[in-house]
T-cell receptor, first 112, second 113 residues
Framework: GIQVEQSPPDLILQEGANSTLRCNFSDSVNNLQWFHQNPWGQLINLFYIPSGTKQNGRLSATTVATERYSLLYISSSQTTDSGVYFCAVDKASGAGSYQLTFGKGTKLSVIP | DVKVTQSSRYLVKRTGEKVFLECVQDMDHENMFWYRQDPGLGLRLIYFSYDVKMKEKGDIPEGYSVSREKKERFSLILESASTNQTSMYLC????????????FGPGTRLTVL
């Protein structure tokens, strides 16, 4: 099956700092999503970004599908950004193409 | 906004009980999914459904069944709960196979004693 690797696994930032999270995937994908899992366990949709660049406030994401990676940028981090960030992809076609495969996540801690 | 709701945030059951987890989405999505999340194992797909009364097994269907009688509702059933089914259960929905942006519910933390 498709492999998804996220880096770094853990990240500690001072409030106000910027960061880049990376997601590498092993095959062509139809869908790539970034999620933030809050302390109560809910997965919050950040970006649906199979290719290209999108921005939403202090967050932006870029996916280079031909090179099989995606980046999530967080600028001017706040304590509320703390949590686990997941990248998830589905296959471009064929068996299992509905299924999202998740990376193991990046645990971000933003300290005041 | 897409809204996916789950019947309970926290649930405690005894070994051997039959357990029903309910999920409802309000956006007329074709696809619905059940995942479980465990420390060290990440999120794993249990079952999904791409239409009413249709279902497909995911990676870990053993010990579970599902029901989708109406488009907006997808139920996960633990026929005889066991302690190794203690987990966080997450429901999701997406519009179509080609536009598979998935939206998740708040999750149900199930403890089986």
């Amino acid at each position: 099956g498709i492999q998804v690797e996220q880096s770094p696994p853990d990240l500690i930032l001072q409030e106000g700092a910027n960061s880049t999270l990376r997601c590498n995937f092993s095959d062509s994908v139809n869908n790539l999503q970034w999620f933030h899992q809050n302390p109560w366990g809910q997965l919050i949709n950040l970006f649906y970004i199979p290719s290209g660049t999108k921005q939403n406030g202090r967050l932006s994401a870029t996916t280079v599908a031909t090179e099989r990676y995606s980046l999530l940028y967080i600028s001017s981090s706040q304590t509320t950004d703390s949590g686990v960030y997941f990248c998830a992809v589905d296959k471009a076609s064929g068996a299992g193409s509905y299924q999202l495969t998740f990376g193991k996540g990046t645990k971000l801690s933003v300290i005041p | 906004d897409v809204k996916v709701t789950q019947s309970s945030r926290y649930l405690v059951k005894r070994t051997g009980e039959k357990v029903f987890l309910e999920c409802v989405q309000d956006m007329d999505h074709e696809n619905m999914f059940w995942y479980r999340q465990d420390p060290g194992l990440g999120l794993r797909l249990i079952y999904f459904s791409y239409d009413v009364k249709m279902k497909e097994k995911g990676d870990i269907p053993e010990g579970y069944s599902v029901s989708r009688e109406k488009k907006e509702r997808f139920s996960l059933i633990l026929e005889s709960a066991s302690t190794n089914q203690t987990s966080m259960y997450l429901c999701a929905s997406s519009r179509t196979a080609s536009y598979n942006e998935q939206f998740f519910g708040p999750g149900t933390r199930l403890t089986v004693l």
